[in-house]
Each structure stands twice: as structure tokens, then as C-alpha cells.
């Protein structure tokens, strides 16, 4: 069976960093498309990076843009999701996902949630000032 299990989250100041790691087991992380959702209490689940599987190439929500990083270690079967300059409104439950055969790096498919085969259960943020 395929299983994605996030990590990674905690309790954090604003302005530091923070690395969540997504990793898979009973399939090839490297041949799917690989997406970070969050959502924080009272809103609905957004997207947030994206990675392609064709060619790495990356995907990012304009509230993260510059701040956040998708990179891959195929070794390791794992895709990051590196955070930088962390605001208060980035404090959520973070999510990992994956997908095959789908352009991932779009805001279309980052909004189309049910394309998404592969979730993980989550690891929590919290920012505070």
C-alpha cells in the first residue's frame, strides 16, 4: 500500500525556519508529482508548493513564493518542504500528497484536492510572535 507520513512540525517563532519532510513507502516518491497543502482552523485546505516529477520543476502559492522551498531527496524517498521568514499566518496543519500522470505544477491542480491520490495525515505548525 502507498503511505506518505509527514514530520517536521512544530512550535516556532516568527521570522525562523522550519523543515517539514514527507515520506513514502510502498511506492517510488521520484515518479509522482508531490504537493504540500495546509490548513489552518476555520479555512478551507490551500496549496501551498508543488513539485513535478517530469523535470523538478516547482510550483508555489503567492503567500510562500520566496519564502518556501519543495526540494527532493529521491534516496530518500522524500520531498521537503522547507520554510523560511515563518509569519503567523502560516501556522496550520501541513499536508503532503501525491499524484501520477497529472500536471501538478498549477494552480488548478493545487485546488483540485480530489486529483490527489496519496495524502498523509499531517504534521502541525504553530507560529508565534
Known amino acids: 500500500q502507498k503511505h506518505v507520513v509527514e514530520s517536521g512540525g512544530g512550535l516556532v517563532q516568527a521570522g525562523d525556519s522550519l523543515r517539514l519532510s514527507c515520506a513514502a513507502s510502498g511506492f517510488t516518491l521520484a515518479y509522482y508529482g508531490v504537493g504540500w497543502f495546509r490548513q489552518a482552523p476555520g479555512k478551507e485546505r490551500e496549496g501551498v508548493s508543488s513539485i513535478s516529477a517530469a523535470d523538478g520543476s516547482a510550483y508555489y502559492a503567492d503567500s510562500v513564493a520566496g519564502r518556501f522551498t519543495i526540494p527532493r531527496d529521491n534516496a530518500r524517498n522524500t520531498v521537503y518542504l522547507q520554510m523560511t521568514s515563518l509569519k503567523l499566518e502560516d501556522a496550520a496543519v501541513y499536508y503532503c500528497?501525491?499524484?501520477?500522470?497529472?500536471?501538478?505544477?498549477?494552480?488548478?491542480?493545487?485546488?483540485?484536492?480530489?486529483?490527489?491520490?496519496?495524502w498523509g495525515q499531517g504534521t502541525k505548525v504553530t507560529v508565534f510572535s
Open positions: 500528497a501525491a499524484v501520477q500522470n497529472v500536471r501538478v505544477t498549477t494552480p488548478q491542480a493545487m485546488s483540485a484536492t480530489g486529483k490527489w491520490d496519496v
